[in-house]
């Protein structure tokens, strides 16, 4: 079966210093992948979304970026974190076929908090 | 931009009850939805999903019905147990990549 792991679970950091959250799957191949952020209380807001090795789409324009170096692992960073990042990240995968809808499926995600 | 939203931002029912959450889309073109749950400090978790060309599909102890012609979706939960407590989001795509969420229903089951 399929699992997704995302780490660390909860993160505090100061202003201005670098992130990196790290999602990897199991079970599946060539899947979809995504980073969420979660506001208290809100929706989830799509950040980024990988079809692929090397491809990134960005919705939201930010100090956030997302890499994908293995086929399993979607990566978050951030040279420089502000005070506005704070929130819950959440990383999603879904099966990569063209032609039909595939339900997304989440990790627990990191409650980041910037101080 | 696509809107999705919910008509009842919290939900009390009683343990044994049925409950009915509620949510609007704004898109005619979307063609997939689905319902999650979220307990609290976890990832949404899949509960069920509909495609456009179904107006009711089954699973246990949940059913969804989707009304394209008013654009309304429902997730209704048979005979609601204290563990159903959490907040559901419905999503929507008409691209399978891009989804939008709905802000979520917080369900309370009065034991």
């Known amino acids: 079966s399929q699992t997704i792991h995302q780490w660390p679970a909860t993160l505090v950091q100061p202003v201005g210093s670098p992130l990196s959250l790290e999602c990897t799957v199991e079970?599946?191949?060539?899947?979809?992948l995504y980073w969420y952020r979660q506001a208290a209380g809100r929706g989830l807001q799509l950040l980024f979304y990988s079809v692929g090795i090397g491809q990134i789409s960005s919705e939201v324009p930010q100090n956030l970026s997302a890499s994908r170096p293995q086929d399993r692992q979607f990566i978050l960073s951030s040279k420089k974190l502000l005070l506005s990042d704070s929130g819950f990240y959440l990383c999603?995968?879904?099966?990569?076929?063209?032609?039909?809808?595939?339900?997304?499926?989440f990790g627990d995600g990191t409650r980041l908090s910037i101080l | 931009g696509e809107s999705v939203g919910l008509h009842l931002p919290t939900l009390s029912v009683q343990e044994g009850d049925n409950s009915i959450i509620n949510c609007a889309y704004s898109n005619s073109a979307s063609d997939y939805f689905i319902w999650y749950k979220q307990e609290s400090g976890k990832g949404p978790q899949f509960i069920i999903d509909i495609r456009s060309n179904m107006d009711k599909r089954q699973g246990q102890r949940v059913t969804v019905l989707l009304n394209k012609t008013v654009k309304h979706l429902s997730l209704q939960i048979a005979a609601t147990q204290p563990g159903d407590s959490a907040v559901y989001f419905c999503?929507?795509?008409?691209?399978?990549?891009?989804?939008?969420f709905g802000t979520g229903t917080s369900l309370t089951v009065i034991p």
């Open positions: 079970g599946t191949s060539n899947p979809n």
């Open positions: 999603a995968w879904s099966g990569n076929r063209k032609y039909s809808n595939q339900p997304q499926h």
């Open positions: 999503a929507e795509t008409n691209t399978g990549n891009q989804f939008y």
